[in-house]
């Protein structure tokens, strides 16, 4: 593929709110965001109403959107907590999707010069991928990068790219048993650089920023992986973890890309891990299935679009992983569902 | 795996000599040189004598060693120009070598501080890899990093190291016909990272600057992969690009790591690309046959050493790539002789 370029209008940024004052937020975010459509997506545990400063161009929905979106056919969907941007993504009607968790701003650089999330976003999913060779001086694409010695000329078009994921400074996106035992590990190394992850190698994909072309992958963005006791702190939850699995093996299917680096967003202090601690470790346990589970997965040649990969990534854990927990049983329900609502959604 | 210590007495520095004033290039590396054994191997094919400065622990191997050791029973074994640095692979004693072309200088970091590249190699090499899963805040043994949320535990040990590539700043590694079109192309960017090169994805190892477990690997690294028209310069060369292969299918294959990152070098001016372009493009064509080829190898269970593997190799290059090009089955013929003196001067 050759470059594409991604106009501004063709992009929603997609906010899901846990917290109800967004003046900080939005006010740091002003400069990269302020030319885009935002799509900010309430909470509907959250009871306070939310504090949204003006100039911006947007669009807020609250738990009664969801409602009359959804209705009651779909119960097994939850939109509660980190799942609510998902609503986001079901009623954009842009090609790019990017999302950012409520608790980050743009991070600066290691020359302490402000950097742009937005336009790094855009830049990754506007070059290609190249998910068949690695490029050791990274992404081949980057200004004043090119393709190494030895890179087959054949494969240096590079494919589409569908899902890039960005990384955070300051609080790293660690599990919590992991930043209760280091409580004072922070993330200060900013590595200047994008790549693409391999075709067939899987990655823990978070959430927290992200962005992705909604015709490719879009319909894998799923809120389908919910732990029996999820919080509302990202450790608590592994939601986006399975997502990006799904996304993987579809881009891996599909011939596409998946980007891992820039942007940094700069994550602040929320939560106590030792208290997240207390709670059952079952993300932590499940992921002990899940990779490998999709790091054999391998989808049918009939599966040519994304709804089609997903829902057939549904009945393989279904059938392979539904007898090891519920959760797993519910993934595949929620993921059948979500195809269905998707269509129905999208044809409107 | 746990973290290794690597001793100083481990490590023989290799150097090529393609030059023969190594005063500029030693005095440079010596902060960091100075406690290691050297070895250095003279290009047979130059005939000035070498001028070296005092204060090094090293031993200097010339067209007479090499002759003496190697004698004219593997007359397909050529240790001209940047294959001279193979025997000095072949007759070192130590568990970990570390090897960096003759026009390269330890590069500064993006603060403008001067970087210690054998200290850098000695961690890569000294601390697990994860090539099951990637991490995507890179190397999660590195100062201050760690496994993100959704690592599993079960692959947190890690494996052990085979091959560190690192990079180089300045003068890329491109090919000739990039730098070509390019000419003004350096590279300036100091990307901060070291990672795992995830199972299965093969990678271009330029061998400008590499360090590796010899116990491990060391068998692979062979002076096979020679082309008709081969130069003394680096963008007239795939010999590296070949061995770097055949590492990463062996490493893939025993269950090691190949990480990619640090220590960046700074590549010196050295020839011109345009002259090297109207040499014929061998290496390059044949990288169309040498990708696709690696990527589908599988070893079978019967090949539990390095040298099982090499051998292995060299049997499926001379039966699949041989019709392709004489350059392949002369390569596989080499390698197949490599083995046979490996161990033979391995067993002295």
């Keep these: 593929m050759s470059e594409v370029i991604i106009k501004n209008d063709e992009v929603d940024i997609v906010i899901g709110a846990l917290q109800s004052d967004l003046t900080p937020f939005l006010e740091a975010w002003r400069p990269f965001i302020s030319d885009f459509h935002l799509i900010i997506v309430k909470d509907p545990d959250l009871k306070e109403e939310l504090k949204i400063p003006g100039g911006f161009n947007l669009h807020v929905y609250t738990k009664s959107d969801i409602d009359k979106v959804v209705g009651s056919s779909t119960s097994g969907i939850s939109f509660s907590g980190y799942a609510c941007r998902y609503f986001g993504y079901l009623v954009s009607r842009k090609r790019y999707i990017i999302s950012v968790d409520d608790d980050c701003l743009p991070a600066k650089n290691s020359k302490g010069e402000l950097t742009d999330p937005v336009s790094q976003h855009i830049i990754n999913l506007s070059t290609p991928a190249t998910p068949f060779f690695f490029n050791t001086l990274y992404d081949p694409f980057c200004e004043g990068a090119d393709f190494v010695r030895g890179y087959p000329f054949s494969l240096r078009t590079g494919v589409e790219c569908g899902l890039s994921c960005g990384l955070w400074l300051n609080l790293a996106d660690l599990d919590a048993p992991t930043q209760a035992l280091k409580p004072s590990l922070r993330n200060t190394r900013y590595v200047d650089a994008v790549l693409t992850v391999p075709t067939r190698a899987m990655l823990p994909v978070s959430g927290i920023n992200i962005a992705f072309n909604t015709e490719l992958v879009g319909p894998a963005l799923t809120p389908a992986f919910r732990l029996a006791k999820e919080g509302n702190l990202r450790w608590e939850t592994v939601e986006d973890i399975w997502t990006g699995m799904c996304v993987k093996v579809i881009c891996d299917h ?84 979500w195809i269905k609502l998707w269509k129905r959604v999208r044809a409107q």
């Design 254 to 337: 599909l011939r596409l890309g998946v980007k891992s680096g820039l942007p940094y967003v700069s994550r602040q202090e929320r939560g106590n891990a030792i208290e997240s601690l207390k709670k059952e470790w079952e993300g932590v346990k499940l992921m002990e299935e899940v990779v490998p589970f999709f790091q054999s997965l391998r989808l049918s040649e009939t599966s040519v679009t994304p709804e089609d990969c997903v829902a057939e990534i549904a009945a393989a854990v279904k059938e392979r992983l539904g007898p090891v927990s519920p959760t797993f049983a519910g993934a595949a329900g929620t993921m059948v569902e």
